[in-house]
């Protein structure tokens, strides 16, 4: 007969427990929310034996077992078993073999709450390129329980795990009858008393009732039993605490001395501490930070150049040949003008977001970007927020919707408030594409001493105008939001290590699949949804535009050619789109767009990226067979007003850029937002403050290029 066990995956983060997660349940896995808090639950399903299946809890990273922030609180209730939803048979504990001091300080609180564990050594392969040899049948015998070393990513020591958990389940290993330090010590009276009280809880548990009942599901008179306890024994929590912690970092130095060894630590340590005192020098850290961020985008704009041109040179022929192939009429022009347009606009960009992830994973890879949060806490500490406010925003690079979730890490309230509503301003990856068009069409393609191309350098420019942004709102909103809480900024900077060029490359194609297949389905339904709305119109105005240039076609048939091609532009003009554009023009005009960008800027609502699935449309849709052989950087700088002024002229885009820099144009964003506040309040402040902002400073923007 078979049984199914809860098991909660528990661990530091960064341990791996995630890459354990995905190893252990595959596909089957889904994502909601814990009940009353805004944290992620992940759960997934496993078969652990032909006996037993499992559903996997993948609780949130914690250090210990005194939490301090909101997810740290829920993965603390599960193990205490306060938790009515989430009840764990038994602990699988991620622990990293290459930090293994700090892991075990976790993994001893849990044993001594006398639950069933398994220990799962991740990070054996960084362990061993540090030298680092870890004797596991001896850790085994110190902890006193099972330690099974695993790699997730290369699926390997997953059957063994398994038979491990398989044997806990069945009481074959039963939990260590000794506590990992004499816990009893620190508070014998106090201990003894709420033991009366709960007899079932072990001494370690004991000591959590006194120092945490309020927050427990508890009875209101053994709330009360307890405050009588700690009142009478004179019980102090941070004291307790502070011995309870040099205990275990004393057992654990043993344990270490034991069954660690490595190879001229003190060298390593030199090494980091030699590197940390010239990249987190007061003047040369910041120069070194702000030259890695150039060499960033230069390679952003450099390396891509060759594969973008190659994929772009590739549709436009493909295009040519597909709508000379195919008879005329409307399914070759969806094909062409709708399908293969919108296909173009969303693989043109791999290249250049595969460059920047792969680098942004190279830099987290070798501890720098722990650097970067050290570096610019001061600078954040000025605009109210602190250096923990780093990680969501620079992971704003890449979506602001996991960047804003990250933000439940900042303890102080304030501080995470003024994050989530800056971070949006950081340019996510999905502004990449915008920015690209844009700077390739009013920016000249020059090179400098060889390699610093002035494209890059532009690139570069509109990234820190999105930073800049940021703290200036996050500095002026700061003083709208009271609180009297403090905040303090503690960071473990991690050894400099060498990347793991694979995970690199991982992140790279896994990215790059995430875009195409995510971002690529809104694009292409955007982009069909354009192509119906610009190809067909009201009928009594797209028939009078047919007659009228027919007319004029037979009255002088020399000039045929030029009629038909001011006909398309006409019953382009006249289209659903062209109709929805011309009526929001007179709002834009000031600023330096036509009714096209209009369109644009209304579809980028549902995501940033979808302007280059726009504009592919709105300039494709009208062309002739001839036309179709040119990119989209060709048509759009070819696109003038009505009385022949270019419509991209320098001052137009660098307002462009700047409207796509600060504007909020992302409903997922705006969902996220509202679902983290718990209110419609700070979403709508939002919008109105981005999108007013982004109004005024591209306004100011096309003045002073005019």
Request: aromatic letters at 10%; one cysteine or more; charged letters at 20%.
């Amino acid at each position: 007969m078979s049984s199914q066990l809860n098991i909660a995956l528990v661990g530091n983060p960064n341990s791996g427990k995630s890459s354990l997660f995905n190893s252990l349940t595959g596909l089957n896995q889904k994502v909601g929310n814990f009940p009353g808090v805004t944290v992620d639950k992940k759960t997934g399903f496993s078969k652990i034996s032909e006996k037993i299946s499992a559903k996997i809890i993948d609780l949130p990273g914690t250090y210990s077992l005194y939490p301090k922030r909101n997810d740290e609180w829920v993965s603390y209730k599960v193990l205490m078993d306060e938790d009515k939803g989430v009840k764990a048979d038994i602990i699988v504990l991620i622990a990293d073999a290459s930090n293994l001091k700090r892991n075990l300080l976790f993994c001893s609180q849990i044993i001594d709450l006398r639950r069933p564990v398994v220990v799962a050594l991740t990070m054996m392969d960084i362990a061993k390129k540090n030298n680092i040899q870890v004797d596991i049948p001896g850790l085994e015998r110190e902890l006193g329980v099972l330690v099974i070393p695993v790699n997730p990513r290369k699926n390997k020591g997953i059957i063994q795990l398994k038979k491990a958990i398989e044997k806990t389940a069945e009481n074959i290993y039963k939990i260590p009858e000794r506590d990992f330090i004499n816990t009893r010590s620190l508070a014998p009276a106090a201990i003894e008393k709420v033991q009366k009280l709960l007899p079932e809880i072990s001494d370690y548990r004991a000591i959590h009732y006194l120092i945490n009942h309020e927050n427990f599901l508890l009875e209101p008179a053994i709330q009360e039993a307890i405050e009588n306890i700690e009142t009478e024994t004179n019980f102090s929590p941070s004291k307790i605490q502070a011995e309870e912690i040099l205990h275990r970092y004393g057992k654990i130095k043993n344990i270490m001395q034991q069954t660690v060894v490595e190879t001229d630590p003190l060298q390593k340590t030199l090494f980091t501490q030699k590197l940390d005192d010239i990249l987190l020098h007061r003047t040369w850290g910041y120069l070194i930070l702000l030259g890695v961020l150039f060499l960033l985008f230069q390679s952003i704009f450099v390396l891509a150049q060759f594969p973008m041109d190659g994929i772009e040179w590739f549709f436009a022929k493909a295009g040519s040949w597909i709508a000379n192939l195919l008879p005329g009429g409307w399914f070759s022009d969806l094909f062409v003008n709708g399908i293969l347009a919108g296909l173009s606009g969303i693989l043109v960009f791999v290249p250049q977001i595969m460059i920047l992830f792969g680098l942004i994973t190279l830099l987290e890879d070798t501890g720098y970007m722990a650097r970067i949060s050290f570096l610019t806490d001061r600078v954040m500490r000025k605009a109210g927020l602190n250096g923990k406010s780093v990680m969501p925003m620079i992971s704003g690079l890449a979506c602001a919707v996991p960047a804003i979730m990250s933000a439940r890490n900042i303890e102080n309230k304030k501080e995470r408030l003024l994050t989530i509503m800056c971070t949006p301003l950081m340019s996510c990856s999905a502004r990449l594409p915008v920015y690209t068009v844009l700077i390739a069409l009013i920016i000249p393609n020059k090179i400098y001493l060889g390699f610093i191309s002035l494209q890059g350098i532009v690139m570069m420019l509109m990234y820190l105008v999105g930073t800049i942004m940021a703290l200036l709102s996050a500095y002026v909103i700061k003083f709208f939001i009271r609180s009297k809480e403090k905040s303090f900024f503690i960071l473990e900077l991690p050894v400099y290590r060498e990347p793991r060029w694979k995970n690199m490359f991982y992140t790279m194609v896994e990215k790059a699949r995430v875009f195409v297949f995510q971002a690529g389905k809104v694009i292409m339904v955007i982009s069909l949804l354009l192509w119906v709305l610009s190809s067909y119109g009201p009928p009594k105005k797209m028939k009078n535009v047919s007659e009228k240039y027919e007319a004029l076609s037979k009255q002088q048939p020399g000039k045929a050619d030029e009629y038909n091609k001011l006909k398309r532009t006409d019953l382009l003009e006249n289209s659903y789109a062209g109709i929805l554009g011309k009526s929001i023009e007179p709002i834009i005009r000031p600023l330096g767009y036509d009714w096209k960008i209009g369109i644009a800027l209304i579809t980028s609502f549902a995501a940033r990226e979808v302007f280059v699935g726009t504009m592919a449309t709105l300039y494709s849709v009208g062309d002739d067979k001839d036309e179709n052989n040119a990119t989209l950087r060709q048509k759009m700088s070819a696109a003038t007003w009505p009385d022949g002024r270019k419509v991209y002229t320098l001052a137009a885009g660098l307002s462009l850029l700047i409207f796509y820099v600060l504007a909020m144009q992302c409903m997922s964003t705006l969902a996220i937002v509202k679902r983290e506040t718990r209110s419609w309040k700070w979403p709508i402040i939002m919008v109105t403050y981005m999108t007013g902002l982004a109004y005024i400073m591209s306004w100011i923007t096309f003045h002073l290029f005019k």
